[in-house]
Nanobody
Framework: QVQLVESGGGLVQAGGSLRLSCVASGIIFSFSPMDWYRQAPGKQRELIARIGSVGSTSYADSVKGRFTISRDNAKNTMYLQMNNLKPEDTAVYYC?????????WGKGTLVTVSS
């Protein structure tokens, strides 16, 4: 059974930093492209960063240059380093995996950025 567990969210002032983690189990982690999504209050869930199985990355324009996605295959863990946070980054952040035609999601971790 695939499980994704996020951690690292919290309250931070604008301009601050946080690092989110997503620990995966039940999959061959090193083979799996993975994503970070976020959902702000009243808005749709949006894809913000993606990392391929060999480490290629892509970002939404809204986070490019401030956020960095990475992975440690030995630890079955994906990370999102978030720098220069803005109030508009306030959202629940979700780890996502698509494998064999099935979407898997973590329960999310809340990031709140105060102005």
């Amino acid at each position: 059974q695939v499980q994704l567990v996020e951690s690292g969210g919290g309250l931070v002032q604008a301009g601050g930093s946080l690092r989110l983690s997503c620990v995966a189990s039940g999959i061959i982690f090193s083979f799996s492209p993975m994503d970070w999504y976020r959902q702000a209050p009243g808005k749709q869930r949006e894809l913000i960063a993606r990392i391929g199985s060999v480490g290629s990355t892509s970002y939404a324009d809204s986070v490019k240059g401030r956020f960095t996605i990475s992975r440690d295959n030995a630890k079955n863990t994906m990370y999102l380093q978030m720098n220069n946070l803005k109030p508009e980054d306030t959202a629940v952040y979700y780890c996502h995996l698509l494998t064999r035609g099935t979407d898997y999601w973590g329960k999310g971790t809340l990031v709140t950025v105060s102005s």
